[in-house]
């Protein structure tokens, strides 16, 4: 069976708007959650690319781990480092 693309208590809203005379899909009243309040979301960078470099680069040089290695660490981009 076919998962609804809405939950019950959406339905349910919709009907009772209908039934007060409210057109359903016009009605936009109710806030938008998005991803602004969610815990998994991906938050500001904190440290520029030539910061996370010389994080890097001190990794690579006190504990002798490879360039990707490092980068994964401070998650940079492969990319960025060269």
Do not use: C, H, P
């Not at 009243?29 to 969610?38: E, I, L, M």
């Not at 998994?40 to 010389?54: N, P």
């Amino acid at each position: 069976m076919k998962r609804s693309k809405f939950t019950e208590s959406q339905i349910m809203i919709a009907l009772r708007q209908n039934e007060s005379g409210l057109k359903a899909e016009a009605n936009r009243s109710r806030s938008v959650t998005g991803q602004a309040n969610a815990s998994g979301r991906i938050k500001k960078k904190v440290l520029r690319a030539s910061q996370l470099r010389g994080l890097a680069m001190n990794l690579i040089e006190d504990y002798r781990v490879s360039v990707r290695r490092a980068s994964a660490v401070v998650m940079l981009s492969m990319s960025v480092w060269y």
